[in-house]
């Protein structure tokens, strides 16, 4: 088990930067660990996850060439950078780890933990 907490959000206008974080409760480097977000009214969408030694990536393709994902498994926290953000980015965004299964499998099904999201506003 493990808890995260998520910070960083807030309101940015549009074409600005925000660097989002995850705090664990425990070191994290056995976990799968990825950001989802949640527009009201939609689904939670993957956004990016990253495997457990930092090595591989993965991202949507309408976050490619903005968002960086990265890990410092030397503690327990998980960082998204996110440059240009733009209008259809405002959402709250959430932290989720998986003990087991590669980042390649970005399912928002596939991770048993999450964080209670913080919430990034962009504005025109």
């Known amino acids: 088990q493990v808890q995260l907490v998520e910070s960083g959000g807030g309101l940015v206008q549009a074409g600005g930067s925000l660097r989002l974080s995850c705090t664990a409760s425990?070191?994290?480097?056995?976990?799968?660990m990825g950001w989802f977000r949640q527009a009201p009214g939609k689904e939670r969408e993957f956004v990016a996850t990253i495997s457990r030694n930092g090595a591989d990536t993965y991202y949507a393709d309408f976050v490619k060439g903005r968002f960086t994902i990265s890990r410092d498994n030397a503690g327990s926290t998980l960082y998204l950078q996110m440059n240009s953000l733009n209008l259809e980015d405002t959402a709250i965004y959430y932290c989720?780890?998986?003990?087991?299964?590669?980042?390649?499998?970005?399912?928002?099904?596939?991770?048993?933990?999450w964080g209670q999201g913080t919430q990034v506003t962009v504005s025109s």
């Open positions: 989720g780890a998986r003990p087991s299964g590669l980042a390649s499998t970005t399912t928002t099904q596939s991770f048993p933990f």
């Open positions: 425990k070191r994290t480097f056995t976990y799968v």
